[in-house]
């Protein structure tokens, strides 16, 4: 049950791609983890877009005019290795840039980070209850 928030200036994209963006953030997180064919694990990947004005964004406390976007990825403890966060991190990357039809560079690649969060077994709870990594597995397997 991963949960992606994605912080983009408004307007930046088309309603048609940032349902674009979902799903690709989606699948591709959803690939790493190895449950890409399982539709239950896909129902419970929920993406969050927070729109922010891009004059609300500041670089050494002075604003920038280039878009800057933000992936918070909230997954169970130890359900991604380095390696996995390594591959997520240069896809989204390449996914925003896809989009914005802009060169894959140092310069545009560094306007885009990912932040890893994970919660310990025990700590993620949702429809009034406490959801364990090993009963959620079993579950999505039936």
Do not use: C
């Not at 088309?14 to 979902?22: F, I």
């Not at 690709?24 to 399982?38: F, P, R, V, W």
């Amino acid at each position: 049950m991963p949960l992606i928030e994605i912080t983009l200036p408004n307007s930046q994209f088309s309603n048609e791609e940032e349902q674009e963006l979902a799903n690709k953030a989606t699948d591709i997180l959803l690939e790493l983890e190895g449950m890409q064919d399982n539709p239950g694990a896909r129902k419970l990947t929920w993406v969050y877009l927070k729109h922010a004005n891009q004059n609300d964004f500041f670089m050494g406390g002075s604003p920038t005019t280039k878009a800057h976007y933000r992936f918070d990825v909230t997954v169970f403890a130890d359900t991604l290795q380095d390696h996995h966060k390594e591959t997520l991190t240069h896809r989204f990357t390449t996914l925003i840039l896809d989009l914005e039809s802009t060169a894959f560079n140092t310069l545009n690649a560094a306007r885009i980070w990912v932040m890893f969060h994970e919660v310990e077994d025990g700590n993620w709870g949702g429809a009034g209850q406490i959801y364990r990594r090993n009963d959620l597995l079993k579950m999505l397997q039936s």
